[in-house]
């Protein structure tokens, strides 16, 4: 299993910050960096910074992926020019992780001015057209999202480019396991790997593909801090964006996105009883210390570095690249040094 480090916009690094600990991360001996995505910073140019910094310490750079990218902000052609470019630029060592982010929810659809979709159907024509973009092929390809025309990439020759496909949902691991190079898990259970593998290899037999050909790399989200409470909080409130939403989410919305994914392994109470809190006027502070402990360390860790390493490899089983997602516990780098050298490789 290969190990990886993940840095996001919540940490509010300087782009200096980020090249220091992108060498940091080379020095320690973690192999690869990545990224989320949403309308900050441009993850792709993220991703060249980090590897050009790590050239430094390993003259090859290490790779470098984005876990994942919304297609709502970008078509197709861009994908695979922005990620052809980085191959190339990276001599092959870059992942590219496509999700359907917030394509099922209407608000979402309208801030961006798209209509009614299936966020499954939008994923199947994203994959089949990113995927023959970045292999050179030509494509003429017309599905419910996405229609192509004898368009093909100018670069030559073409870039090996994975192309990871974020994945929660039974449908769109299956999908995964027909059309993806690997999937990006999150907040995951070990449980929830196993069952998520089952669903990859579900979609792989559809095809008669070999589902070991469909990689699976997961972020496992860690705080380290000496005082537990103050690791506690700073993880639950990590965790509340995904698990209960920015708002109390409708029944349909229950079944789809992260709180579907949170149902799945077992917690429809434990939410529940926070929707009620937020229901009735609670602040955030007071929802994230009311966030039961048994959902945070089921799907990462909080507390002093000498528990975390352990707690990581425990959570890891299942994966073939598990990504250490560094959640601050305060603010500025030492926390994320914190993080990093306590789950470094062994």
């Known amino acids: 299993m290969e190990i990886g480090v993940g840095l996001d916009a919540n940490l509010n690094l300087s782009f200096t910050e980020q090249e220091e600990l992108s060498r940091?991360?080379?020095?320690?001996?973690?192999?690869?960096?990545?990224?989320?995505?949403?309308?900050?910073?441009?993850?792709?140019?993220?991703?060249?910074?980090?590897?050009?910094?790590?050239?430094?310490?390993?003259?090859?750079?290490?790779?470098?992926g984005?876990?994942?990218?919304?297609?709502?902000?970008?078509?197709?052609?861009?994908?695979?020019?922005?990620?052809?470019?980085?191959?190339?630029?990276?001599?092959?060592r870059f992942i590219m992780g496509i999700g359907s982010g917030g394509a099922y929810r209407p608000r979402s659809r309208r801030a961006l001015g798209l209509p009614r979709l299936s966020a499954l159907a939008m994923m199947r024509d994203y994959l089949t057209t990113v995927r023959q973009l970045v292999a050179g092929e030509e494509i003429n390809y017309k599905g419910e999202v996405?229609?192509?025309?004898?368009?093909?990439?100018?670069?030559?020759?073409?870039?090996?480019?994975?192309?990871?496909?974020?994945?929660?949902?039974?449908?769109?691991?299956?999908?995964?396991?027909?059309?993806?190079?690997?999937?990006?898990?999150?907040?995951?259970?070990?449980?929830?790997?196993?069952?998520?593998?089952?669903?990859?290899?579900?979609?792989?037999?559809?095809?008669?593909?070999?589902?070991?050909?469909?990689?699976?790399?997961?972020?496992?989200?860690?705080?380290?801090?000496d005082d537990p409470d103050t690791a506690r909080m700073a993880f639950a409130k990590a965790t509340m964006g995904y698990a209960l939403g920015q708002t109390v989410p409708t029944a349909r919305e229950r079944e789809l996105g992260y709180r579907g994914h949170f149902e799945r392994m077992g917690f429809t109470e434990e939410l529940a009883e926070l929707d009620r809190m937020r229901e009735a006027g609670a602040s955030r502070d007071e929802v994230a210390d009311a966030f039961p402990v048994e959902i945070l360390q089921q799907v990462g860790y909080y507390g002093p570095a000498e528990g975390a390493a352990a707690a990581f490899k425990q959570l890891s089983s299942g994966l073939d690249t598990a990504i250490v997602r560094v959640v601050g516990a305060r603010p500025g780098v030492e926390s994320v040094l914190s993080v990093m050298r306590a789950c470094r490789p062994q």
């Open 24 to 64: 940091e991360a080379a020095r320690l001996g973690y192999t690869s960096i990545w990224t989320p995505e949403g309308t900050g910073h441009d993850s792709f140019q993220l991703c060249a910074q980090r590897w050009s910094a790590t050239r430094q310490v390993v003259p090859e750079g290490l790779t470098t």
């Open 66 to 92: 984005i876990a994942v990218s919304p297609v709502m902000y970008r078509t197709p052609v861009a994908f695979a020019m922005s990620g052809g470019t980085l191959s190339e630029l990276t001599g092959g």
């Open 146 to 225: 996405v229609t192509l025309r004898g368009t093909r990439l100018g670069i030559s020759p073409a870039p090996h480019t994975p192309v990871y496909l974020g994945s929660l949902g039974p449908e769109m691991l299956r999908l995964a396991g027909e059309l993806a190079d690997g999937v990006n898990l999150n907040w995951c259970t070990p449980k929830q790997i196993a069952w998520s593998r089952e669903r990859i290899t579900e979609g792989a037999a559809r095809i008669g593909r070999d589902p070991t050909e469909v990689k699976v790399a997961e972020y496992i989200r860690i705080c380290v801090d």
